[in-house]
């Protein structure tokens, strides 16, 4: 009777780090390192600085054509090739438009997203709602409703990202152009084959990414119905009295709608696809890119196959007893290892289907032991046969597997060990939780990979930072170098390397251009797949399943859109904050920069007022660049402080009602999370997998 008042403490801790603002704060925090406003503001300075040395460089020059050897199809973005001046002076205009554009849609994209907590928190009001036929009469309307801002916000987006790729395109055709018409340059030849080269590896990654993501979000269509599929096999072949295992796996199955944003925004981050040297480019970097689509789809699974490994602990202790009256239900005749075993074959066969992938051997790996300990298990009742030191071996295996490879899917998809819990299974989990010493053992695993992956989010930002500020350090030197220079004395050459790095800083901004163009996306495909399928066309399909007690069908119906709902809000939550903050840096630094480089674009070169029009552009820039560098490291001492408060709080929300664990197991899953969280080597994955 002791172990049930600590039940209920632990899942009542458990729900408490589990509200639905505690999540979304969390996953902001996980996601730091993949989406955040710096990314966005930091190259904006010194790419305003750059757009006005061009303009007065091609104040400067003695102008000449460059059109002596046209490409094949024409010019498709210059619109003065005889010109090499007006050329420089269209990139720095084109950049200012850029920079405007992305100020005006920025602030439409924040006071769109702000509407939209509420259209969800709407959403939710009508799945607590008790008719299903009310649900069904006002849900698509809701869903329709918000799917509209999302694609407006999205139209947004892009036709900032669209407005870059055009200056990409334009810096990319002019240094194409300037190749092959000053071919006497020599010296700079190589450098400028390299940057064009770049170019073209970075816009074929972005269209790889986008036909992944594509790909991935016409599946993303069908994994509402696919899910509660998976639900009604559960459902048919529940044994007898096994309701808390039962509800543990039920609500495990819902685990696969969970958005691996992390991973979609990942697809085009600078760490997969910046320009790197030619030399160091080869096969064996592309081999070892992983299947995005097969990655995320096996990591969806982690969750239920943890559930399996769970039903199968609760039949076999530590020491490789089977607990026979709980294995074997004599009234009814019903082997529980039975459908652990089914359960399995059924995952295994999924797997089986995804692309290869580093974790796809690993799962195969789980599946399989589960299946044999089941069999080892059905053999006991059938034969009387226990034999108790393989059962042992393969429960110690595999008990120690799924911590690795459980901690390494949510490390992959970023997701929160402690998800918000649905409404209905927050219910009937009160209602059983006397059945099941499952909330207490989980809660264990979960704060240490909680805290680890915390730790982690911490770490990659640090590198992130540390890399942005890196990159503008570079385009600094390059831009100190030019301003020591008189205009006059700029040649071809100095150009062109102004160009080059203007190459690069525009490429990193559009970059996350396209970043935001995702979140839409995601936000957009997320409710198409709550649209597919009347809720009462899924619970009229579920008639004459078997009933579990506190949970019905329509109870699971609603806890599936409610995640949905919930993934939605999240990105809209995420994307709010990015656009809020960015309008705010942006208005306080950044666009009275702008300002001034169209000053300077217009300002006819022999007035006096010319030179200091520079030089107040170039010193607002530094001035700016330094405020938003200092702005990001006070914002990276607030995030470093509520990972530390976020840590604390589900320390002593849990380890105040959870029973000591002993020391050797305590490190023994700190361990086996540590391990599985980190990035496994090829010859890792050859090895062990």
Same mark, same amino acid.
């Given at each position: 009777?002791?172990?049930?008042?600590?039940?209920?403490?632990?899942?009542?801790?458990? !729900?408490?780090?589990?509200?639905? *603002?505690?999540?979304?704060?969390?996953?902001?925090?996980?996601? &730091?390192?993949?989406?955040?406003?710096?990314?966005?503001?930091?190259?904006?300075?010194?790419?305003?600085?750059?757009?006005?040395?061009?303009?007065?460089?091609?104040?400067?020059?003695?102008?000449?054509?460059?059109?002596? $050897?046209?490409?094949?199809?024409?010019?498709?973005?210059?619109?003065?090739?005889?010109? %090499?001046?007006?050329?420089?002076?269209?990139?720095?205009?084109?950049?200012?438009?850029? %920079?405007?554009?992305?100020?005006?849609?920025?602030?439409?994209? +924040?006071?769109?997203?702000?509407?939209?907590?509420?259209?969800?928190?709407?959403?939710?009001?009508?799945? %607590?709602?008790?008719?299903?036929?009310?649900?069904?009469?006002?849900?698509?309307?809701?869903?329709?409703?918000?799917?509209?801002?999302?694609?407006?916000?999205?139209?947004?987006?892009?036709?900032?990202?669209?407005?870059?790729?055009?200056?990409?395109?334009?810096?990319?055709?002019?240094?194409?152009?300037?190749?092959?018409? &000053?071919?006497?340059?020599?010296?700079?030849?190589?450098?400028?084959? /390299?940057?064009?080269?770049?170019?073209?590896?970075?816009?074929?990654?972005?269209?790889?990414?986008?036909?992944?993501?594509?790909?991935?979000?016409?599946?993303?269509?069908?994994?509402?119905?696919?899910?509660?599929?998976?639900?009604?096999?559960?459902?048919?072949?529940?044994?007898?009295?096994?309701?808390?295992?039962?509800?543990? %796996?039920?609500?495990?199955? +819902?685990?696969?709608?969970?958005?691996?944003?992390?991973?979609?925004?990942?697809?085009?981050?600078?760490?997969?696809?910046?320009?790197?040297?030619?030399?160091?480019?080869? *096969?064996?970097?592309?081999?070892?890119?992983?299947?995005?689509?097969?990655? #995320?789809?096996?990591?969806?699974?982690?969750?239920?196959?943890?559930?399996?490994?769970? $039903?199968?602990?609760?039949?076999?202790?530590?020491?490789?007893?089977?607990?026979?009256?709980?294995?074997?239900?004599?009234?009814? #005749?019903?082997?529980?290892?039975?459908?652990?075993?089914?359960?399995?074959?059924? @995952?295994?066969?999924?797997?089986?289907?995804?692309?290869?992938?580093?974790?796809?051997?690993? $799962?195969?790996?789980?599946?399989?032991?589960?299946?044999?300990?089941?069999?080892?298990?059905?053999?006991?009742?059938?034969?009387?046969?226990?034999?108790?030191?393989?059962?042992?071996k393969k429960m110690d295996i595999l008990s120690e597997d799924i911590i690795i490879f459980d901690s390494r899917s949510k490390s992959y998809n970023c997701t929160s060990p402690f998800g918000p819990m649905a409404p209905n299974m927050a219910k009937s989990q009160k209602n059983v939780q006397g059945e099941s010493t499952s909330a207490v053992k989980n809660s264990v695993l979960k704060i240490?990979?909680?805290?680890?992956?915390?730790? !982690?989010?911490?770490?990659?930002?640090?590198?992130?930072?540390?890399?942005?500020?890196?990159?503008?350090?570079?385009?600094?030197?390059? @831009?100190?170098?030019?301003?020591?220079?008189?205009?006059?004395?700029?040649?071809?050459?100095?150009?062109?390397?102004?160009?080059?790095?203007?190459?690069?800083? !525009?490429?990193?901004?559009?970059?996350?251009?396209?970043?935001?163009? +995702?979140?839409?996306?995601?936000?957009?495909?997320?409710?198409?797949?709550?649209?597919?399928?009347? @809720?009462?066309?899924?619970?009229?399909?579920?008639?004459?399943?078997?009933?579990?007690?506190?949970?019905?069908?329509?109870?699971?119906?609603?806890?599936?859109?409610?995640?949905?709902?919930?993934?939605?809000?999240?990105?809209?939550h995420l994307v709010h904050m990015i656009s809020e903050t960015y309008t705010e840096v942006s208005s306080k630094y950044l666009m009275d920069k702008v300002g001034s480089l169209n000053r300077l674009i217009t300002m006819d070169p022999s007035n006096p007022q010319f030179r200091m029009e520079r030089i107040k552009l170039a010193d607002g820039c530094d001035e700016a660049r330094k405020a938003?560098?200092?702005?990001?490291?006070?914002?990276?001492?607030?995030?470093?402080?509520?990972?530390?408060?976020?840590?604390?709080?589900?320390?002593?929300?849990?380890?105040?009602?959870?029973?000591?664990?002993?020391?050797?197991? /305590?490190?023994?899953?700190?361990?086996?999370?540590?391990?599985?969280? /980190?990035?496994?080597?090829?010859?890792? $994955? *050859?090895?062990?997998?």
């Amino acid at each position: 009777m002791a172990v049930q008042p600590q039940n209920a403490l632990a899942t009542q801790a458990v !729900m408490n780090i589990s509200k639905a *603002e505690e999540v979304r704060k969390e996953t902001e925090m996980m996601m &730091k390192p993949h989406a955040n406003w710096e990314e966005y503001l930091m190259p904006g300075p010194i790419s305003i600085a750059i757009l006005g040395e061009l303009a007065c460089i091609a104040a400067g020059q003695g102008d000449f054509a460059i059109n002596l $050897a046209p490409p094949q199809g024409g010019y498709k973005y210059m619109r003065y090739p005889d010109s %090499f001046q007006a050329s420089l002076m269209q990139v720095s205009n084109s950049g200012w438009h850029a %920079f405007s554009i992305a100020h005006k849609n920025m602030d439409g994209i +924040r006071l769109l997203s702000m509407s939209i907590p509420e259209q969800l928190r709407m959403i939710i009001k009508t799945l %607590f709602q008790d008719d299903l036929n009310l649900i069904d009469a006002l849900l698509p309307g809701q869903l329709s409703s918000l799917k509209l801002i999302a694609n407006e916000c999205s139209s947004l987006a892009k036709a900032v990202d669209n407005k870059f790729n055009d200056v990409i395109c334009l810096i990319g055709e002019l240094l194409e152009v300037c190749t092959s018409s &000053k071919s006497q340059y020599e010296q700079g030849l190589t450098e400028t084959k /390299r940057a064009l080269e770049d170019l073209k590896l970075r816009k074929a990654a972005a269209e790889d990414a986008q036909a992944k993501a594509e790909e991935y979000y016409k599946e993303i269509k069908n994994r509402v119905t696919e899910t509660f599929e998976d639900y009604r096999k559960a459902v048919d072949s529940i044994p007898t009295g096994w309701n808390a295992v039962f509800l543990e %796996f039920t609500s495990t199955i +819902r685990e696969t709608l969970t958005l691996p944003i992390a991973s979609l925004t990942s697809l085009l981050s600078s760490k997969e696809f910046s320009p790197i040297a030619t030399d160091a480019r080869s *096969e064996e970097g592309c081999e070892s890119e992983e299947d995005f689509i097969a990655m #995320n789809n096996i990591c969806a699974l982690s969750a239920q196959m943890l559930a399996l490994v769970h $039903a199968l602990q609760t039949m076999v202790d530590d020491e490789g007893n089977i607990d026979m009256d709980l294995l074997y239900n004599k009234k009814h #005749n019903e082997i529980k290892a039975e459908w652990t075993q089914k359960k399995s074959q059924q @995952l295994l066969a999924k797997i089986k289907k995804e692309r290869k992938c580093s974790m796809k051997n690993l $799962a195969v790996k789980i599946c399989n032991y589960i299946v044999d300990i089941s069999n080892i298990l059905i053999e006991a009742v059938e034969s009387g046969v226990k034999n108790k030191k393989k059962l042992l071996k393969k429960m110690d295996i595999l008990s120690e597997d799924i911590i690795i490879f459980d901690s390494r899917s949510k490390s992959y998809n970023c997701t929160s060990p402690f998800g918000p819990m649905a409404p209905n299974m927050a219910k009937s989990q009160k209602n059983v939780q006397g059945e099941s010493t499952s909330a207490v053992k989980n809660s264990v695993l979960k704060i240490e990979q909680t805290k680890e992956i915390l730790k !982690m989010s911490q770490e990659e930002y640090q590198k992130t930072f540390d890399n942005l500020k890196q990159q503008n350090k570079d385009l600094l030197d390059v @831009l100190s170098e030019m301003r020591k220079c008189e205009i006059k004395e700029i040649d071809f050459e100095n150009a062109k390397q102004m160009l080059i790095k203007g190459l690069d800083a !525009m490429g990193r901004v559009k970059e996350q251009w396209e970043k935001m163009v +995702r979140f839409f996306q995601m936000i957009s495909n997320l409710i198409d797949s709550c649209l597919n399928k009347r @809720l009462t066309e899924f619970v009229n399909s579920a008639e004459g399943l078997p009933k579990i007690p506190n949970y019905s069908h329509k109870d699971f119906v609603v806890d599936m859109i409610y995640k949905q709902a919930f993934n939605a809000s999240n990105i809209a939550h995420l994307v709010h904050m990015i656009s809020e903050t960015y309008t705010e840096v942006s208005s306080k630094y950044l666009m009275d920069k702008v300002g001034s480089l169209n000053r300077l674009i217009t300002m006819d070169p022999s007035n006096p007022q010319f030179r200091m029009e520079r030089i107040k552009l170039a010193d607002g820039c530094d001035e700016a660049r330094k405020a938003i560098e200092d702005l990001v490291i006070k914002q990276k001492k607030v995030f470093e402080n509520n990972i530390h408060a976020r840590v604390a709080k589900i320390n002593s929300e849990l380890k105040a009602v959870l029973p000591e664990v002993p020391e050797a197991e /305590r490190k023994a899953i700190e361990y086996n999370v540590q391990k599985g969280m /980190r990035e496994i080597t090829q010859d890792e $994955a *050859e090895q062990f997998m």
